[in-house]
Structures are given as C-alpha cells and as structure tokens.
DNA sequence: TCATTGACGGCAT
DNA sequence: CATGCCGCCAATG
C-alpha cells in the first residue's frame, strides 16, 4: 500500500463515522489493516483540503485517550476541533489541566475491523477472464 | 545515511 | 486521574 493508498482509505474510513461520533486515529489505522500507523493516520488528516467533496469530518478523529490533541501551544487546531465538534452536537468537556476532552462511553464509534468499507480492495482474487 | 520529528498508543508510576 | 517513558514507522532535514 502506497502513501497515496494510505491516505485514501483514511479518508473514507473517516467519512463513514457517523454524525456525533467520534473514533481515535489508532481505531482509524487498525479498520484500515495497519494498526500501528497511528501516527500517519494524523498525518493523513493535516494534508487535508478544506475544499476536497464530499468533505472528510476530521474533526471526529482524537485520541485514544479521548482527548483533542493540542498541536502546540500557539496553534487554534484543537480549539477549531472543539468548535466543529460542539457545532454537531458532541459534548466536549475541559479537564482541569484545560486538556478538551470527549466522552467515548457515550460518544465513542469503535467498530470491528473489517465491518468497514475502506475503499479499499483486499484480497480481491480477481476472476474477471476475458468476459 | 543517520538523526529528528510527529493531529499517536499503551503501560507503568 | 495525571505524568512519564518507550515503542512505532514514514517523512524530513
């Protein structure tokens, strides 16, 4: 799988998490069969295009500790995230440390690999002969 | 080619 | 529950 192919199927693995779900970026890497790529599913998500269509809900995709990373200390990412994500109805919460924090016991999507399109062909033993 | 970095994950303290 | 540390793997300098 190509970076071009990794990229694409984390951004259609992205686009089916429902409205009002959220999902991590290492659940992102393991639905598209390479659980410790983590790290560039993130990396993916930044190349992102505010004007690609249909639009890739990045804002649904934290971290596993269920928190909105912070990309640094002068950056407004993470209170962007926030804003999306409030907008569509998940309730972000603030630890005390100032950490924007979600709920995934109430707004978590974690489903198995595999139940998942991910655009992807595997394993497709093509049989199309000469028709 | 080697060293550093990063929208991360998981476990130990 | 918050921090610290180490492991991961591709992109960059």
Sequence with gaps: MDSAEFH?????????IPAQKVTSYGHIAKLIGMPRHSRHVGQ???FIS???QPPIPW???????GTISSRGPGTSGAEL???????EG???TQTRG???KVDFGRWGWFPAPGTVDTGVQLADH???QDT
Excluded: F, N, T
Aim: charge should be negative.
């Design 8 to 16: 694409d199927a984390v951004y259609h693995v992205v686009r089916q």
């Design 44 to 46: 993916a998500l930044k």
């Design 50 to 52: 505010p004007a690609v």
């Design 59 to 65: 804002q649904r995709v934290i971290s596993s500790a």
């Design 81 to 87: 995230q926030r804003q999306e994500l409030e907008a």
């Design 90 to 92: 998940v309730e972000v």
């Design 98 to 100: 100032g950490e924007l």
């Design 126 to 128: 093509d049989d199309l």
